[in-house]
């Protein structure tokens, strides 16, 4: 074989990126991500909302926070993908709404587990090691719903180590999630929905700003080992 059919062999062979050629921007990706989740987790809020009018059962309200949560996914999942349009990260946005969605159902259906379960009577013995065994568990599969099914897609799109989006994200939802909580002390079933959807609506933007920002900052380095 000639050097320039040995050449052109080898670039045949060699792996193809499928994104943009403009550098990774992180103030797009965190004000569009910001955006889809924070309009996003006003879905499963209105689930709430709408359960605790129908007076919906323990399960059927499980069900329907697991069908809005997809819906939460791909409001996520159209942000981060038009965050990273243009850029050397770009994914197939199809792929990757499609991907977040599915993910954030099942995340919500692992969640919203706990709650149900108390809510139709089946005590849970917090005292127990083999509960907080199970807990943890569960709370690491959680964690790696969305990161783990949006790996592929990134995989894909040729992003040099992009292995590394699965703990990066498990750790930025860690500490994003906790801003959820925060408005559970004050708001119950005789809360107007006005407050409701305010107090998770900044929970939300709270919560949707940490993931962001700490995904955005480890893409970047991602990124820059290429």
Known sequence: ????????????????????????????????TVLGESLGFLIPVSGFALAATLGLDAWSRWLLLVV??????????????TGLRGSSAEVPAGRWIAATAVAASVAWSIGMLPSTLSDVGLAIDWASPATWAVAGVAGLVLLATIPTAQLPVLARAGVPGAWRWVPLNMGAWLVGLVFTFLPSPFVDESTPAPMMFAGFGIAGVLMASTVALLTGLGLRRMLRRA
């Open 1 to 32: 074989m000639s050097a320039p059919e040995h050449r052109d062999a080898a670039v045949a062979a060699a792996p193809r990126r499928s994104g943009g050629t403009a550098p990774f921007r992180l103030g797009r990706w965190v004000g569009f």
């Open 68 to 81: 809005f949560g997809a819906g939460e996914g791909a409001l996520l999942g159209l942000g981060q993908s």
